[in-house]
DNA sequence: TCACTTAGTTACTTTATGTAATGAAGTATA
DNA sequence: TATACTTCATTACATAAAGTAACTAAGTGA
């Protein structure tokens, strides 16, 4: 029995969404161009994954990083358009949650 | 300073969200009910994995899993209504990835 | 000089996933 | 009645991903 096998495009969208934090700091990200440390604390990630995450979505044109040749240099991040493509999925998920989940009492 | 934490209910759901397997699970289920391996051979998730994911699913109330009494037993999966619920949010990310994901071509 | 900041990195620990073998309950065939 | 096969898992173990804490380089400001 053949298979029909998942659309790689939408295995690779799923594959990035499903890495943990990756949606959170595009969220973040919404919100307008965005220091490191700004960030880092909004979202409570560590400098660590931060830093991984924000590397991994330069690589997918997601995020875009630009060296302000200040003294002292400042490092801006933002999206690209097509991280700004992923507002809908991102309301919709905020949307959902609105209405479905009950949050955790004990965390 | 203080912070403008990141709603609860939102993290919940992102935090479902972006463990490895739980949307293709998901989307897997729109199809239909399904059974175990059914689910395992459509995505390629192992065993393991995947007894673990529908527990957890389970627990959020997403899926639903059914025991047909009859010889041998047949065990059911399927959505519960908040778990279709979430077909809009996978639409989304399949719409978005057709438009701008570009599949790797090395895997 | 000393303390503090930003944007990271490094070393190490813990948690999550992946792989492969196994099990229980049942069916199907010789 | 063996045996081989199926389904829905579980177990033990290996690897990969994420978390923690200390650290660095370049700069500010007192």
Not at 6 to 24: G, M, N, R, V
Not at 62 to 88: A, C, D, Q
């Amino acid at each position: 029995m053949t298979q029909p096998t998942i659309c790689p495009k939408f295995e690779k969208a799923i594959s990035l969404l499903s890495q943990k934090w990756t949606t959170l700091v595009i969220y973040q990200l919404l919100l307008g161009t965005q220091h490191f440390s700004e960030i880092r604390s909004a979202i409570g990630i560590s400098g660590k994954v931060l830093s991984d995450r924000l590397k991994d979505l330069e690589n997918q044109q997601i995020v875009k990083r630009e060296v302000i040749p200040e003294t002292p240099v400042i490092i801006e991040y933002s999206l690209t358009e097509k991280g700004k493509s992923m507002e809908p999925i991102i309301r919709d998920i905020e949307k959902w949650s609105q209405f479905w989940i009950e949050p955790d009492l004990n965390e």
